[in-house]
């Protein structure tokens, strides 16, 4: 049965499958593809600010925020001007496309911009954007906060450096 997302991908392949006994389990919420709650696990986290020293979180709640400089939600972090040492895990949803590509101008105005992202290389987002950066595939698979289990993809680190730094 092709599944996408989780998702039997019609009706009459997703009454096939129940009739055949092989209905999955809804994932639990934290592992949606669409949930926007990824928290960065503290000890990567550690690491990283140890490296960069970061400034702002650009996608945040007042609860799960890296930074004592944040944008949540309604601050809405895609308009606002970023600056400094930014560390981005941005929603994993259909916005991340644009998330990528404020990180990416951002570091053209100065900023400097590590992300953590699923490792999707082939999405557009990724040709368009993550390749462009410095790339770094971490091994194994991520426990997100508050995770009971390790997350279902890859996930990397792309650092895009300051355009000034760049030359
Ligand atoms: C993957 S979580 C990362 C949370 C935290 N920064 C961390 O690294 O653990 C993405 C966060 O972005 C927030 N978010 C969603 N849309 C946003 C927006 N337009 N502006 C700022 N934050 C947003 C979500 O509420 C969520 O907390």
């Not at 000890?43 to 020293?53: H, R």
């Not at 970023?82 to 990180?103: C, E, Q, R």
Request: a positive charge; hydrophobic letters at 40%.
């Amino acid at each position: 049965m092709a599944v996408v997302g989780g998702r039997s991908t019609s009706p009459a392949k997703r009454q096939a499958a129940r009739a055949n006994g092989r209905t999955r389990k809804k994932p639990h919420a934290l592992f949606s593809s669409r949930s926007e709650e990824w928290a960065t696990p503290p000890a990567l986290f550690a690491k990283l600010d140890a490296e960069f020293g970061f400034s702002l979180d650009p996608c945040a709640t007042p609860e799960n925020a890296k930074c004592s400089s944040f944008y949540t939600r309604d601050d809405d972090g895609l308009s606002k001007p970023w600056h400094g040492s930014v560390f981005m895990n941005p929603p994993y949803g259909d916005t991340i496309g644009l998330w990528m590509a404020k990180a990416w101008e951002e570091a053209r105005r100065g900023a400097l911009v590590v992300c953590l992202v699923p490792a999707r290389v082939d999405t557009a987002w990724w040709h368009d954007y993550a390749a462009r950066g410095e790339v770094r595939f971490l091994r194994g698979r991520l426990r997100f906060g508050g995770a009971v289990q390790s997350a279902p993809f890859p996930s990397a680190i792309v650092i895009f450096r300051p355009a000034a730094v760049l030359g």
